[in-house]
């Protein structure tokens, strides 16, 4: 059955420190994966996708995420993080054996501190 | 602007008295779902639909109706509440032209039964 992991519920980094938010995921077939951003008393917003091709994806607001199949792993990451990426980060996987529908992981909340 | 509407925002009721929470989009998309976001648990999907009038249960459907009347409409009913249906809502649309599209949320509904 296809499950999203993200193992950390908080991440602390100080400002202008490389990030990473950790993503492990189990799907039947070729993995469609997804992050999402959530901040405050706001919807989710779409930060970056892999569907095929280069394993380092790039996103929206300097995110990048690396797909490591041999892992199952999608990782987000950041070179250099801002107080205002300090958000709930979902991870996701998109599975055509699952009506296409989403799942999601549990969420990560990342604190960046000044 | 592309976007997904919800109302209302806030809502609290008290246990038994029917409510609908509202989603539209205006985006043409095929797909639209209901999720539920609890802490510790991410978002688990309550319903989805693949085009008008077809509708499919999710991982936790108990205690909710929905309707896809028009494409751009997604109600969710909740006939009976209960409190254990305290919690945030979001209702998130997709095209369905394959798994690499990404979904588009609303800015949620954040429900209280008393």
């Known amino acids: 059955a296809q499950s999203v992991a993200q193992p950390e519920d908080q991440v602390n980094v100080a400002e202008g420190n490389p990030l990473t938010v950790k993503c492990t995921y189990s799907v039947s077939g070729n993995p469609y994966l997804f992050w999402y951003v959530q901040y405050p008393n706001r919807g989710l917003q779409f930060l970056l996708k892999?569907?095929?091709?280069?394993?380092l994806v790039k996103g929206s607001y300097g995110f990048e995420a690396e797909f490591n199949k041999s892992q199952t792993s999608f990782h987000l990451k950041k070179p250099s993080a801002l107080v205002s990426d300090s958000a709930l980060y979902f991870c996701?996987?998109?599975?055509?054996?699952?009506?296409?529908?989403?799942?999601f992981g549990p969420g990560t909340r990342l604190s960046v501190l000044p | 602007e592309a976007q997904v509407t919800q109302n209302p925002r806030y809502l609290i009721t008290v246990t038994g008295k029917k409510l609908t929470v509202t989603c539209s989009q205006n985006m043409n998309h095929e797909y639209m779902s209901w999720y539920r976001q609890d802490p510790g648990l991410g978002l688990r999907q309550i319903y989805y639909?693949?085009?008008?009038?077809?509708?499919d249960k999710g991982d936790v459907p108990e205690g909710y109706k929905v309707s896809r009347k028009e494409k751009r409409n997604f109600p969710l009913i909740l006939e009976s509440p209960s409190p254990n249906q305290t919690s945030l809502y979001f209702c998130?649309?997709?095209?369905?032209?394959?798994?690499?599209?990404?979904?588009?949320f609303g800015q949620g509904t954040r429900l209280t039964v008393v």
């Open positions: 892999y569907i095929t091709g280069d394993n």
């Open positions: 998130a649309s997709s095209h369905l032209t394959g798994l690499n599209t990404e979904a588009f």
């Open positions: 639909s693949m085009n008008v009038e077809v509708t």
């Open positions: 996701a996987v998109r599975d055509k054996g699952y009506g296409q529908n989403f799942v």
